[in-house]
Structures are given as C-alpha cells and as structure tokens.
C-alpha cells in the first residue's frame, strides 16, 4: 500500500548536506529549500573573476539574473540535463561541447548555444558562469580542474571521479578560488530522505549497529559494448563506481564514512568488461557500526535497490529515493513512506530514471552560484563514497591504480 506521495516528477524540494556529511543543520537546509521554492525572486548573481575580465558579459548577466552554462558531454545523461536546462529560468546553456560532432550540433540545435568539440577551446571563445559535466566518470576531475582554472563554477555528474588524487585537486582548487563545486547525488534530494537522514542523525534510531545496500540491477553486455569507456577502472569502475556509487553516498551520507573494508570480494561474471559485474563487502565504518554492500549488475530484471539501517532503537529502509519503512520503538513518526518505490532508478534501464532530484540539484547549483552561498552536494561530500569504493577496490586486490 502506498502510504504517502510519490516522489513527485516535479519541482524543487531539495535538501541536502552542504558541509561535508550531515554536518549542515536541517533548519539551514530548509531555509534553502525555502529559496529555491521561491526562486525567481532572489538577488542578482555573484559572478566569479573570469580571466581577461569580461565586463560586459558581467553586467548583461546581472541585469538578466541568469547563470549561463558551458555544457560537456551531450550522451545519455546529458541530453536528460539539457532537458532540465530548459526548464530552469535563471540559467542559460550558451555552449556545448562533446568529441562526436553529431552530438554537439543536435544539443546545439536543441538549446540555441554554439557547437564545440574541444573543451578547452569552448573555455577559450565562449563567455560563461559556469560548466556542467556528463562526459566519462574518469574524466570529471580534470575537466572539472580545467572549468575552474578558467574561473568556471563546476558541476559535475556522479562519481565526482573515480581517482582520489585528482578529485583532492579539484576540491583544493574550489577551496582556492570559492568557485562552487557541486556533484550530482540525486537520491539525497528527496524531502522523506532528507528527514529520514536529519532523524538517524539526531540518533532516533539509537546506536547505529548496521547499515548495508543491496544492488541488484541488470545490465545486459550491449550496454557494456555500445561505449568503449563502461566497466573501464580507469574511466568508469564497475557496478559499484558506475550503479552502485548512489548507494555507498547514500550509506555513508547517512550513516558516516567507512573507516576499513574488512572483506572484499569482486567478480566479473558472463560480461566482456575489465571492472566487476558482481561485489560484495563487508565494512566498519567510523562509528563503529557495520555493514554489508552488495552490487551486481547480472541480476535480471533489476531488483528494487534496497538500503537498510538499524540500531538499538529503531530500523529503516530506503529503495533510492524512497523510504521504504521508518520504525522507532514506541514512537509514531510519519515520514510518508511507501513500500516500494517507482522503478525510477535505472535498476533495468539505465535511461529510465526520474529528474526530480536532477531539477532540484541543479537549481540549488544555480542558485547557491546567485546567492553566494554553499550548494547542497558539494565536493568534499561527494568524495567520501569514491573513498570507499577504492578501499573495497584495494581490499580485494584490484591491481589496477585507481586513486591511492
Ligand atoms: N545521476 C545519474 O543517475 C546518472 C545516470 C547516468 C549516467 N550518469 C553519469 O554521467 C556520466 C555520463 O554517463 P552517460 O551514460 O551519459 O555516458 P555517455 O557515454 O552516454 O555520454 C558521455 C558523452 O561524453 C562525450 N565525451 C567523452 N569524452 C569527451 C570529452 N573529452 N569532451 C567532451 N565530450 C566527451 C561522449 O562522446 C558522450 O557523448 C557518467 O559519469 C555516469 O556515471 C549519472
């Protein structure tokens, strides 16, 4: 039975962590929340210093109170963002850039914005706020290092990278230069899975004793083989740094970071790729709590992904962006849950997805650039799950250098 609404195809109710994981306070994300339901009546921009000091670009995008976007990767995903682009008045896509031609001129064509191939050289010859990346998992960080050494706010899809080193560099970089720095965890901007995390925060559940995902989603080998950089260590990772790194942020936004793999088990099972298909590990995370994560994607059709918390006092159960059960002993908490979420994860198809947490995230980005202010995903936090795939990575012996 359906107990509350669904996880509405619409707008912003977003909310999130801003400083690192769960350190933001929730009267401080509802205030935010605030602003982007109202957004529209916010003041003018704040604009980062761009090299070469482009004033007239400054002043007509004051007066417009629009983010312009340099946009890179026009595949799958980003052809979902382009879609939200459109929607999200205070924000304009001038630019866009992919390596196939086709791509960048159908995006192109689709925004109005002007064609490039080249990243670099759409930072060089276009005037812009800031660059939204959906390009290869691999290739996020430097891309992102790119953007802002050409005074860009970055956004970035998820995994922030697969490499530690560089994803460090990039923080370092928004650090020196207070560009905003924000990656796309979409599952954390769901209103029941923000309160569900703000409670097991407060310690509603008690001591934290167990927290574990399960991933069981299908990818068939077409996947694999339609893109040379999938199931790569270096571009992509396997399930966990592609399907399953949604879970490792979700378990670790929620219940902390991990502080030592002490079992891990990978495997590539009945696929043509050099990353697991299949794997299994058991954690403790700093808390002292521990947990098990399983990910596969040779499991047919895609299984509702499932996320589950308990401690001395209560348990509950996500599947994405949906809480599935909320329990605390003796006390009656409504967080509208519901028993199964929408097949909106991509657990069958990796395009089946739904934008809802896309839209709220990427408004909060253009926001948080407008009103100066941190956004609700930004990169310090979205490292800490790529912490834990490399140490579920290393623990079992992958040999390949994939961060440190
Ligand atoms: N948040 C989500 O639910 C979600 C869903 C799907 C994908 N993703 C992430 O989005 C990213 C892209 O995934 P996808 O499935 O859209 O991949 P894709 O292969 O469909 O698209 C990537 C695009 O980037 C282009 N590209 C590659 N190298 C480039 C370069 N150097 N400069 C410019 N363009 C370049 C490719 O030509 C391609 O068009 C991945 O990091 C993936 O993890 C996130």
Known sequence: M???????????????????????????????????????GLPGPHRPEIPGGETTRRERDVADSVTTIGFVGCGGIGMHHLKIWQQIEQARVVA???????????AADMMGARPYTDMAEMLRSEQFDAVDICTPSGLHAQQGIMAMEAGRHVLVEK???IDLVKIDRLIELADKTGLKLACIFQYRFSPQIQKANQLIREGKLGRIISCSTYVKWWRAQEYYSADAWRGTYALDGGVLGNQGIHSLDQLTWMAGPVAEVEYAHLDTIERQIEAETFAIAVVRFESGARGVIEATTNCYPGMPTRTQIFGTKGSAEFDGHTVVKFSVLGEEIDLQTQEEGQETDGRSDPMAIGLAGHHAQMLDFVLAIQEDRPVLCDGRSARVPVECLNKIYRKAGVKQKIGT
Do not use: H
């Not at 912003?12 to 801003?18: D, E, L, N």
């Not at 009267?27 to 339901?37: F, H, I, R, S």
């Not at 850039?97 to 791509?103: A, G, K, Q, T, V």
């Open 2 to 40: 359906n107990k509350g609404r669904p996880f509405r195809a619409a707008l912003p109710y977003c909310a999130g962590p801003s400083r690192g994981q769960g350190r933001i306070v929730w009267q401080e994300v509802t205030a935010v929340l605030e602003k982007v339901e109202l957004a529209g």
């Open 159 to 161: 995994p922030i990278d």
């Open 96 to 106: 866009v850039c992919d390596i196939i031609p086709e791509r960048a001129q159908k």
